[in-house]
């Protein structure tokens, strides 16, 4: 099983940025990606944005241009810079690890809350 942490939610003024940081241990299996999810009340749960087992990386439509995944695999790290921030984007945001090229999450962590307003 995966062992992820989710940290750097906070308040943040709409068109600001924020970053997201995850560690993550125990993701070895070429079955699994690394990546975000996203959850706000009332609504579908959205996979946001991933690496794939090839390092290339998905996103969601509606983040792409704005939010870049990035890791650190030397210190099990992964990142969520989100840059022009909607209020669309606030929601509780999960470091997960789903299975390769999926949304599905098989380990997520609690979660970190991020809240965009004007």
């Known amino acids: 099983q995966a062992h992820v942490a989710e940290s750097g939610g906070g308040s943040v003024q709409t068109g600001g940025s924020r970053r997201l940081v995850c560690t993550v241990f125990?993701?070895?299996?070429?079955?699994?990606?690394i990546g975000w999810f996203r959850q706000a009340p009332g609504k579908e749960r959205e996979g946001v944005a991933r690496?794939?087992?090839?390092?290339?990386?998905t996103y969601a439509d509606s983040v792409t241009g704005r939010f870049t995944i990035s890791q650190d695999k030397a210190n099990n790290t992964l990142y969520l810079q989100m840059n022009s921030l909607k209020a669309e984007d606030t929601a509780k945001y999960y470091c997960?690890?789903?299975?390769?090229?999926?949304?599905?999450?098989?380990?997520r962590g609690q979660g970190t809350q991020v809240t965009v307003s004007s």
């Open positions: 690496i794939n087992s090839d390092g290339s990386t």
């Open positions: 997960a690890a789903f299975y390769t090229g999926t949304w599905a999450a098989r380990d």
């Open positions: 125990g993701v070895t299996s070429s079955d699994l990606c």
